[in-house]
């Protein structure tokens, strides 16, 4: 058929799209006459094949039979040589542990040598004998080697648990395998109690390699691919040979020799789930043990007799069958050639009425001629309700009288049309469609027909509005995304410019919102962020837009404002909203929000710069403090374009080592002894001069650039404190400050400080640790764990700036701090009978109480240094003493002292040189800029 152009006369009504199918044809008959030969020779063929084949596979089948018969008696046989080899090695096993447990009673200082000495006994089996206290702690292991190891509990192990339920009852476990937390290597627990006059007092361990335990099958002559294993009742794998490797073999459950009504020797054909190979099985159970030992034989091995004579068979079946068939070739292609004309009727017939697509025929006028199944189901019209009339009965309205006439356009100028189009099913329901419109006719032009094609794509629309959605919605709150919000920002500028009235932009950040994630999870920070998502919505008017840009930072756009009091109405609403406690589940968290606010065209007249700016007036909100709103000022640009500068120059400072230390002593206020120094850090820059921590650390810490300033502060301080110790004094002690950064970097060089003392040959005593009440109160795991660390080295803790943060006693207990640091606000305004001087005394004897000592920070007057020594005080720094000094004037004024250690306290004062404060401020140290 081909193409024809039809006339406009010739068009169906205005409004129709073009033919459509309709369920309802008859089933095409299927002529098989054409496919059949006549009975006689048909049935003759197949009584000789059925005959030929018949013989063929029934001696097949014996024949196969008779091989795995053979090979079940063979694996049964192999398995019981198995168990009673293993039974062997196991008894060995157990002498041996109790030998050594017997060891361990009386005489546990020489165990080590005693285990020594026996593991010769069973090193063909195991590689670790260890003991578990009564607590499930390990009180020795063999691989040890003497090392210093962290105390390993191991009380959640099985073996450790079934012994500690079984009380006084002394029996042989063997455990699943494990992987050794010391070794790291897979094993099997051979394991006894240890009984102390009938009393559970741990537990003695032998870790056996399931590889050697299964090493019965390097003796065996078992043919390549054969597999050996031992199963415990539970179904647990213990061993396998061969070994497994990386993978764990899996629990079984499901094969015969499992239960309690087992057999005890038997076979069965399963195909293994680690390496898919198809096998024979025989097993022998030792029920003493709880253990069954399987022995298989691949069952490629097991037929390979049978395979040469099946291929024998099966070449004298197929000649046989090849003469029989060429016979019927003959005849078959007598009926070919009539054959496959009637089949290409039938398939067109049947891909018209099975088709998945609807299809509809009409003729040049566009009256309905047939309709598929496929029609129907799509839009609920039989074939008797649509056949003679017109598509436009289904027309949705959805689409204008210009979008039909182009249709009919391009079908009358190219014979076809193709794209998407609404349609109206039988029940009314509007559906989207993917239509295909084509024109066929004769040779001669004559005969016109147009047949339609098209499917629903109701869910491929779906789909596209949930990726739309998902693309531009943030799937946690359902807010606008960073994507969309971009988007609105720049409609409601260009909204802005053209109607001449402002637009506000707020950047807004929760408060401490990382401590509800770090401490009650991210489950209940999800929640909060959904509940903040609803609070603000609730705060705002309907033309304004929220959304979330990611994490717990939100924007808020405020189009087409009279005023920009409105602004702060809605910020103060905020704040109150936000203020009000999140119910999370069971828990009660309060949070806040830090706003930072931005204004079109006054500060800005494109997107980037309005975005950039909010976001820098919420920062300075928040070093304001929190829960705060900032409006943006040019000041805030130019304070930011400052810390990206000394971010850049910090860099460059480390790699060009422009920072130092620099060292405050630390004096002893009942003897007047110096035995400590305080390390702080100064960087004079080669442009800006000597730069106050006070403006690089938070920039430092932000970055991340603290970890490596921090660690370099530990090796400098480690130098000079070796050095002092072997000039002046073996007990001298040096404090560096850490900032709560460095503890959440967690670096290597960061977990190595205790290595790197050892190194140097010296004492944890040498180094104290000095960390704010911030970074006591995250308390995350990490903290916890590098405290611990420094603890267990031997550094001691001290507390800085006390009293001036979230001082809590509870936290005084739990990290056993040495030292509380009274902050020198306290100590600048000291004087007899003042509120100072109370508070300091308070400290000073709560400290005391809690077996704490304390250091008064910012000493500079003789009265203050005589109150704190009348109060209690331990020690005490500050000008009054010495200014901050590089070492070697530290080591000149140390010197001196000695030299003169009988001259009254104070020797000297020494002057302050107002160079080295670049605001006249006394230099800070790391940990009291967060």
């Given amino acids: 058929m081909t193409v024809a152009r039809v006339e406009p006369a010739d068009e169906p009504e205005a409004g129709s799209a073009g033919p459509r199918p309709s369920a309802g044809a008859a089933a095409v008959p299927v002529n098989r006459a054409g496919r059949q030969l006549p009975s006689r020779w048909t049935a003759c063929v197949l009584l000789v094949l059925g005959l030929i084949w018949g013989a063929t596979f029934f001696e097949l089948r014996h024949l196969r039979a008779q091989a795995v018969h053979e090979a079940d008696l063979r694996t049964a046989a192999e398995a019981q040589v198995f168990a009673a080899y293993s039974r062997s090695s196991m008894r060995r096993l157990d002498a041996y542990l109790v030998d050594l447990r017997d060891d361990w009673l009386q005489a546990p200082a020489r165990f080590g040598s005693i285990v020594r000495e026996r593991m ?156 898919h190979t198809p096998r024979v099985y025989g097993w022998f159970k030792a029920s003493d043990y709880g253990l069954t030992f399987v022995v298989g034989e691949p069952m490629d091995a097991v037929l390979a007799g049978y395979a040469a004579d099946r291929e024998t068979l099966l070449s004298f079946a197929a000649v046989a069958s090849s003469l029989v068939l060429a016979l019927l070739f003959v005849l078959r292609r007598a009926h070919a050639t009539r054959r496959k004309l009637v089949e290409e009727t039938q398939l067109a017939a049947m891909v018209y009425q099975a088709s998945g697509e609807a299809m509809v025929v009409t003729d040049a006028k566009g009256r309905i001629l047939a309709v598929n199944p496929a029609f129907t189901k799509v839009t609920g019209f039989s074939a008797e309700e649509v056949i003679g ?70 869910e491929k629309k779906q789909a596209e509005d949930l990726i739309r959605h998902q693309a531009n919605y943030d799937a946690l709150t359902g807010l606008p995304n960073r994507s969309m919000f971009g988007e609105r920002l720049a409609q409601e500028i260009k909204a802005s410019r053209r109607v001449g009235k402002p637009l506000a932009l707020m950047f807004l950040d929760l408060d401490r919102f990382k401590d509800v994630n770090d401490s009650l999870g991210h489950d ?94 919420m920062f300075a909100a928040k070093t304001q403090g929190r829960n705060c709103c900032s409006y943006y000022t040019p000041a805030l640009q130019e304070a930011a374009g400052e810390r990206v500068r000394l971010a850049s120059d910090l860099r460059t400072a480390i790699a060009e080592r422009q920072f130092s230390l620099a060292y405050q002593p630390i004096v002893d206020l009942r003897s007047g002894g110096v035995h400590k120094a305080e390390a702080l850090l100064r960087w004079r820059h080669p442009a800006r001069g000597a730069v106050s921590p006070a403006d690089f650390i938070p920039i430092a810490e932000e970055t991340g650039l603290i970890i490596e300033i921090g660690n370099w502060v530990f090796e400098e301080a480690l130098e000079q404190v070796v050095r002092w110790r072997e000039r002046f004094d073996d007990g001298f002690q040096i404090s560096i400050n850490k900032s709560p950064v460095q503890f959440r970097g967690a670096s290597r060089a960061h977990r190595s400080w205790p290595q790197r003392v050892r190194e140097r040959g010296q004492s944890g005593e040498c180094i104290v640790i000095e960390l704010t009440e911030s970074s006591l109160m995250e308390s995350n795991t990490q903290i916890i764990e590098h405290l611990l660390a420094f603890r267990e080295a031997g550094m001691q803790i001290s507390l800085d700036d006390f009293g001036t943060g979230y001082s809590s006693l509870s936290y005084l207990r739990k990290f056993a701090i040495d030292y509380i640091k009274i902050d020198q606000s306290f100590v600048r305004n000291m004087s007899p009978g003042s509120e100072d001087l109370a508070l300091c005394e308070a400290i000073i004897v709560m400290a005391h109480k809690l077996g704490m000592k304390v250091v008064a920070e910012g000493v500079e007057t003789a009265t203050q240094a005589e109150l704190l020594a009348a109060a209690g005080c331990d020690y005490a720094q500050g000008y009054f003493y010495s200014r901050p000094m590089p070492a070697p004037e530290f080591e000149a004024w140390l010197a001196a002292r000695a030299q003169a250690a009988a001259a009254p306290w104070p020797l000297q004062l020494v002057s302050v040189d107002a160079g080295d404060e670049p605001d006249g401020q006394p230099i800070s140290e790391l940990a009291t800029i967060t």
């Fill in 389 to 458: 009339k017109s598509p436009a009965m289904w027309k949705s309205a959805r689409h204008d009288e210009a979008f039909y006439d182009s249709m009919w356009q391009e079908l009358n100028t190219t014979g076809r049309w193709q794209g998407e189009i609404w349609n109206r099913r039988k029940n009314g329901e509007i559906f989207p469609e993917f239509l295909t419109i084509t024109t066929c006719c004769d040779a001669d032009g004559s005969n016109v027909k147009r047949i339609a094609l098209f499917y629903d794509i109701s």
């Fill in 120 to 275: 010769s006994h069973v090193d063909d089996l195991a590689f670790q004998v260890a003991v578990l206290d009564a607590r499930g702690i390990m009180a020795f292991s063999s691989l040890d080697r003497g090392r210093a190891v962290k105390p390993l509990d191991l009380s959640d192990r099985e073996h450790f648990k079934v012994h500690r339920r079984a009380g006084a009852g002394d029996r042989l476990f063997i455990s699943d395998p494990v992987v050794g937390r010391i070794s790291h290597k897979a094993s099997i627990q051979f394991t006894r109690p240890i009984l102390d006059r009938g009393r559970f007092d741990g537990v003695i361990v032998i870790s056996v390699d399931p590889a050697q335990f299964a090493g019965f099958a390097r003796d065996m002559h078992a043919p390549a691919g054969s597999a050996l294993g031992v199963v415990k009742d539970t179904g647990t794998v213990e061993a396998r040979y061969p070994d497994v490797g990386a993978q764990s073999a899996p629990s079984l459950h499901d094969r015969p020799f499992l239960g309690a009504s087992a057999p005890a020797t038997g076979n069965f054909v399963a195909t293994s789930r680690l390496d």
């Fill in 524 to 617: 209940f920070g999800d929640a909060l962020l959904k509940e903040a998502a609803r609070r603000l919505v609730a705060a705002v008017r309907e033309t304004d837009t929220i959304a979330r840009l990611g994490g717990d930072e939100f924007t808020i756009l405020m189009p087409n404002l009279a005023g920009t009091d409105a602004v702060q109405r809605v910020v103060d609403d905020i704040h109150r909203r936000i203020a009000e406690p999140f119910h999370l589940g069971d828990e009660l968290v309060f949070v806040t929000v830090s706003v930072g606010v931005t204004f079109y065209p006054d500060d800005a007249d494109n997107a980037t710069c309005l975005l950039k700016q909010a976001d820098q007036a």
